[in-house]
């Protein structure tokens, strides 16, 4: 039986990750921080095991109370979503905070778990498509997600020897608990469950980059082509016309 590790899996897209590959008979090791949902998701199928963990911890994540086998897929899902209101007023901590739950806890998780993934297995790490073009309040989240892109391309290159593939996700809008906190237009919203499969397909097909929904994802690196000065100009636009 194949084995999966899935972080974030208590809600949104990880947990129906976590469903999907249960569903295609995976062995998922699915990790999050609220034990509840998790007894939740593994009360969906035999073949979820759950644990909680703070990411945000190498100790916490060495001591892991549960065995997991070598794993054919690690899929790096957790992070958080936070915005700077005030760019004048620079919220550090925030952008700590940010920074330390997207991309430092990512980090602590490749030193702890990547060993574990087989030859010819697959890492795959979720980015953002707001790693695609710098967005209005978006100075720590964009950062986090624009590192994680970067690094996943990068361990593509240096895990070949290794044999291990290696995938970033650049979602855009999903419908989760983290964008029901957001209060401007979702352009091409899609649910987790849409999502889930996505990521399904591409994994399956070893895609190097899974970006959807398709129309979003295109959109966003045709604007990314232009000259910057023309994009901020935009974005200036939009923000004032709110």
Not at 126 to 149: H, V
Not at 198 to 211: H, M, P, Q, R, W
Request: hydrophobic share 40%; net charge positive; aromatic share 10%.
């Amino acid at each position: 039986m194949k084995t999966i590790l899935i972080t974030g899996a208590s809600s949104g897209i990880g947990a129906q990750i976590a469903i999907l590959y249960a569903q295609n008979g995976f062995t998922v090791f699915a990790g999050g921080r609220n034990q509840e949902r998790l007894d939740e998701l593994s009360s969906k199928h035999e073949n979820i095991k759950t644990f909680t963990c703070d990411l945000t911890s190498k100790e916490n994540i060495k001591n892991i109370n549960l065995k997991f086998s070598p794993l054919d897929i690690l899929l790096l899902n957790a992070g958080g979503c936070e915005y700077i209101d005030d760019a004048v007023n620079f919220d550090g901590d925030l952008f700590a905070r940010v920074i330390t739950d997207n991309l430092i806890s990512v980090g602590y998780c490749l030193d702890v778990w990547l060993k574990l993934v087989k030859p010819n297995g697959q890492l795959a790490i979720t980015s953002s498509c707001a790693s695609f073009i710098p967005l209005p309040r978006s100075e720590a989240y964009g950062a986090s997600k624009a590192a994680l892109t970067y690094l996943a391309k990068s361990l593509a290159i240096d895990l070949s020897d290794a044999n291990i593939n290696v995938s970033v996700i650049h979602p855009g809008f999903v419908k989760t608990q983290l964008t029901d906190k957001n209060t401007f237009d979702m352009p091409c919203i899609i649910t987790s469950e849409a999502a889930a499969k996505y990521v399904f397909k591409g994994l399956s097909s070893y895609s190097t980059e899974i970006n959807f929904p398709k129309r979003f994802t295109y959109t966003l690196k045709f604007l990314a082509f232009l000259p910057f000065s023309i994009w901020k100009n935009l974005a200036n636009k939009m923000m004032k016309g709110k």
